[in-house]
């Protein structure tokens, strides 16, 4: 298994620039997640999924939309790019919701937005 | 809300160190705690858990235990190695909000030989 897989790993977009983060999973997981971590401020969840064709909001959502077609995909984009969204990205699954569950993380796309 | 706090870096040990890194929680449940690690240029993975009170989590020579009284999970280790550096990240997931993990906001260690 590959596990969580991202793609880029690394990217550069200017201000106004659109662009979608890929993320998949061959783990056959039903939830999936995006998080972003900025210095010194952890992790914060953006959108997740419990499901194919369920999307919900986390914590930070706004500049970001997510769909959910497959069970294995669940890509990131970003409408027009801020520089408030320089970051780095982490996608994460795990097998099922629940507050004991272990979400499998990918290696992660570092975004600067210029 | 739910809330984690964990002890600010960086914290730098030489090889065989005791390692202690606290971590207190807030929330208006019963959450599961879970300590995750990030090695350089890499993504999080799960180094321990636990998921109810009194239960301990180990791994790797790591343990944490799950404290009610004192809402905390700190991360402990007898003796260091120089693999051992990287990002540790408390954080717990209730029944409430158990699609969200909420993290603290991580503790770097430097291991030194």
């Known amino acids: 298994n590959a596990g969580v897989t991202q793609t880029p790993k690394f990217q550069v977009l200017k201000t106004g620039q659109s662009m979608t983060l890929q993320c998949a999973q061959d783990?056959?997981?039903?939830?999936m997640s995006w998080y972003r971590q900025d210095p010194g401020m952890g992790l914060r969840l953006i959108h997740y999924?419990?499901?194919?064709?369920?999307?919900d909001q986390g914590e930070v959502p706004n500049g970001y939309n997510v769909s959910r077609s497959t069970t294995e995909d669940f890509p990131l984009r970003l409408l027009s790019a801020a520089p408030s969204q320089t970051s780095v990205y982490f996608c994460?699954?795990?097998?099922?919701?629940?507050?004991?569950?272990?979400?499998?993380f990918g290696p992660g796309t570092r975004l600067l937005v210029l | 809300g739910d809330s984690v706090t964990q002890m600010e870096g960086p914290v730098t040990l030489s090889e065989e160190a005791l390692l202690t890194i606290n971590c207190t929680y807030t929330?208006?449940?019963?959450?599961?705690l879970f300590w995750y690690v990030q090695y350089p240029g890499e993504g999080l993975q799960l180094l321990l858990k636990?998921?109810?009170?009194?239960d301990k989590g180990s791994n790797k020579g790591f343990e944490a235990t799950y404290r009610k009284e004192t809402t905390s999970f700190h991360l402990e280790k007898g003796s260091v190695q120089v693999s051992d550096s990287a990002v540790y990240f408390c954080?717990?997931?209730?029944?409430?909000?158990?699609?969200?993990?909420?993290f603290g906001k991580g503790t770097k260690l430097t291991v030194n030989p």
């Open positions: 783990m056959n997981h039903e939830y």
């Open positions: 929330a208006t449940g019963y959450p599961s």
């Open positions: 994460a699954s795990s097998y099922q919701q629940g507050p004991g569950e272990t979400q499998y």
């Open positions: 999924s419990v499901g194919a064709g369920i999307t």
């Open positions: 954080a717990l997931s209730d029944l409430a909000g158990s699609e969200k993990l909420v």
């Open positions: 636990a998921t109810k009170a009194d």
